[in-house]
C-alpha cells in the first residue's frame, strides 16, 4: 500500500484500540497531520522515482522498510516530536538533533507517527512509574505491559504498528516482550548506535525492537544496527542479514539450559512453556543440554548497584538550568532542590539517592567497587559457558506473567521481575524474547541469548521456535 495509506491505517488501529490516554495509554505525543504529511512526500518521491535522499533511482521500490509506520519510545531523540522521557522535569522539550537509530529508520523508508509511554527515564518493570500515567496490557487491560518500554510493546501487541523502538537497560525490551506476547530483541552491546538516547545507564543502555514476529524483529534490528562515529561505544563490525537467518537449518545447533534460571521457585507452568520449547528444537537437530551459570543470583544486586550510580551521574544534567522543568526557589540551590524535587518521580529519586550514596566516600569499595567485580563474574560465566561448545542459551524471560495493575508496591519485588533479564545487560551480550505460549491466556516469554555480536544465530533459535509454534497451531 502506498505510505498514506499505511500511516492511515495506523491510525485507524490506534483509534480503534484507543492508543491515548483515555485507554491504552500508549502513546504520549502524536502528531498525525505531520506524519501523513511526510507519508505523502515519500508516496511524491516513489512516484517520481527518487530515493528516500532525493536521488534519482531506477528501482520503483523506495527502500528497505517500504512505508512502514513505527512507534519510539519517548527517551529517544525525535525532530518533530518531543522527547520527555515519560518525566514532568522534561516537560515540553524538543530535542534539537535526531537519534541515529530514528535517523536511519527513516532513510529506510519508515514514518515515525508516535513516541511511546515509558516508566520514567526508564526506571521501572511495569510502565506505572510514568509522569502520563501507567500503559495497559492490550493483552488483558487489567494488568501492566512491563517495563520500562511498555508503551512500544503495546502498540506492537495492539497491532498499531509491526516495529517500534524501546530501550534496554536490565531487561526493559525483553520483559514487556513478554508480558505483551510480541518479539523483543536486545542487541549485544555496542551494536547499535546509543546516540540519540537519553542515558540512564551508559554502561548498560541500549536501543532494542520489538517486532510483531520475529522476521519483523530482524528487519528493524537489520536496519538500525551498525557503527556509528557519534557514539564512542560503538563498534565497526559488518552486520549480517538477520533475515537469512530465518533459512538456517537448527542440526547440530548446542542449546544450554541454565541450572540458575530454572530454580524450584520457578512458576511451573512457565517452566513447561520452556521445556516445550526446548523439546521442539530437539526436535529440529537442536542439541539440549544442562550448564550453569553460578553468579546469576547476585546479578540484582550488582544491577542495583551500578545502574543507580551511573544514572546519578546522568540525571545530574537535569537540573531545571538548561532544559525542560524550572520550578522557583530561594536562589540557585533553592531552585535546583524545587525543580528535581518537583520534577523526578519516587522511582527515579530512590534510584539517584542509592547511586549517590553506593558512589560517597566510605562507600565506594564496598559498594561500587566490588558491584564492578562481580559483573565481571557475571560475564566470565557467560564467556566460558559459550566458550565451551554451547551456540544459545535458553531460558524463561520472566519469572511471571504480567501482573495486574497496583499489584506489586515493594520496589525489590518490582525489581525481581528483571532477574532474568539483567544479566544480559550486565555482561553485554544479545538476547531476544519469543512467544511461547500461554498460561491463564496469558503470554509466555521465551528467552534466548548468545555470545557477542552473535545475533544472528538468536534469530536462527527464534525463527524455528516461532515456525514450530505456527505450524502446529499453537502460536501465541
Known amino acids: 500500500m502506498s505510505a498514506v495509506a499505511a500511516v492511515e491505517a495506523a491510525f485507524r488501529r490506534a483509534d480503534e484500540v484507543r492508543a491515548g490516554p483515555d485507554g491504552l495509554n500508549a502513546f504520549v505525543h502524536v502528531d498525525r497531520e505531520a506524519a501523513v504529511a511526510e507519508a505523502a512526500e515519500l508516496d511524491r518521491m516513489v512516484a517520481e522515482r527518487l530515493d528516500v535522499a532525493g536521488r534519482p533511482t531506477h528501482d520503483a521500490g523506495r527502500s528497505p522498510l517500504g512505508a512502514r509506520p513505527i512507534a519510539v519510545k519517548d527517551n529517544i531523540a525525535t525532530l518533530g516530536l518531543p522527547t520527555t522521557c515519560g518525566s514532568r522535569i522534561l516537560a515540553g522539550y524538543r530535542s534539537p538533533y535526531e537519534a541515529t537509530v530514528v535517523r536511519r529508520l527513516r532513510e529506510a523508508g519508515a514514518i515515525v507517527i508516535a513516541k511511546t509511554n515509558m516508566d520514567e527515564f526508564a526506571m521501572g518493570s511495569s510502565t ?127 542449546i544450554g539450559r541454565p541450572r540458575e534460571y530454572f530454580p524450584d521457585t520457578l512458576d511451573p507452568r512457565i517452566r513447561d512453556v520452556c521445556d516445550a520449547a526446548a523439546e521442539r528444537l530437539r526436535g529440529l537437530g537442536a542439541v539440549v543440554r544442562d550448564v550453569s551459570l553460578p553468579h546469576t543470583s547476585l546479578a540484582i544486586p550488582v544491577y542495583y548497584i551500578v545502574a543507580p550510580a551511573e544514572a546519578s551521574s546522568n540525571l545530574a544534567r537535569f537540573d531545571g538550568v538548561r532544559y525542560g522543568l524550572r520550578l522557583a526557589g530561594d536562589g540557585l540551590t533553592g531552585m535546583y532542590e524545587a525543580t528535581r524535587s518537583g520534577g523526578f518521580g519516587a522511582e527515579v529519586t530512590r534510584r539517584i539517592l542509592l547511586g549517590t550514596y553506593v558512589l560517597s566516600a566510605g562507600y565506594y569499595d564496598a559498594y561500587y567497587r566490588k558491584a564492578m567485580a562481580i559483573r565481571a563474574l557475571i560475564r566470565q560465566d557467560f564467556v566460558r559457558v559459550f566458550a565451551d561448545g554451547v551456540h544459545v542459551l535458553l531460558t524463561p ?66 525463527y524455528a521456535l516461532e515456525r514450530s509454534l505456527t505450524e502446529q497451531g499453537e502460536h501465541p
Open 397 to 462: 524471560t520472566a519469572p511471571t506473567t504480567a501482573f495486574r495493575l497496583g499489584a506489586i508496591s515493594d520496589p525489590y519485588e518490582m525489581y525481581l521481575s528483571d532477574i532474568y533479564t539483567a544479566t544480559a545487560n550486565l555482561a553485554g551480550i544479545p538476547g531476544i524474547s519469543v512467544p511461547g505460549g500461554t498460561v491463564d491466556g496469558l503470554p509466555v516469554g521465551v528467552q534466548f541469548l548468545a555470545t557477542h555480536f552473535d545475533e544472528y544465530r538468536l534469530f536462527a533459535a527464534a
Open 128 to 254: 506505572e512509574q510514568s509522569a502520563y500515567g501507567p500503559t495497559l496490557n492490550p493483552v488483558d487491560r487489567t494488568r501492566v505491559p512491563g517495563g520500562s518500554s511498555g508503551g512500544s510493546a503495546a502498540a506492537v501487541a495492539a497491532g498499531i504498528v509491526r516495529i517500534a523502538l524501546g530501550s534496554e537497560t536490565g531487561g526493559s525490551v525483553r520483559q514487556p516482550a513478554a508480558f505483551c506476547g510480541v518479539v523483543g530483541v536486545k542487541p549485544t552491546y555496542g551494536r547499535v548506535s546509543r546516540y540519540g538516547l537519553v542515558a540512564f545507564a551508559s554502561s548498560l543502555d541500549q536501543v532494542g525492537v520489538f517486532g510483531k514476529t520475529v522476521d519483523d524483529a530482524a528487519h528493524g534490528l537489520s536496519v538500525i544496527a551498525g557503527h556509528d562515529e557519534r557514539d564512542s561505544t560503538s563498534i565497526d563490525l559488518p552486520v549480517p542479514d538477520f533475515r537469512a537467518a530465518a533459512r538456517e537449518s537448527l542440526e547440530g545447533l548446542v
